[in-house]
């Protein structure tokens, strides 16, 4: 039997809203409710800082001949 799972959520009035489903689960769970430390106000979250920096000048098709060339060189080293 699987110990549990880790889902964060928000809770509103009685109601807990979770983040991802839980599927993995059936029948009664114990609830464990508990603040998570909040972020400071001033600091701007990851996806917002990477969403906004400029696109980047690479094709696919050059990343895909540099990861190619790398794996190339690891061939032989294991």
Known sequence: MQDGVRVRGRLAGRRIELDEDVEDLEGE??????????????????????????????????????????RAEWAGRA
């Not at 990851?46 to 980047?56: A, E, S, T, W």
């Open 29 to 70: 769970v114990e609830v464990v409710v508990r603040p998570l430390p909040s972020a400071d106000a001033s600091s701007p979250r990851f996806l917002d800082v990477v969403g906004d920096l400029p696109p980047g000048s690479r094709s696919k098709e050059d990343i895909d001949q540099q990861l190619h060339a790398a």
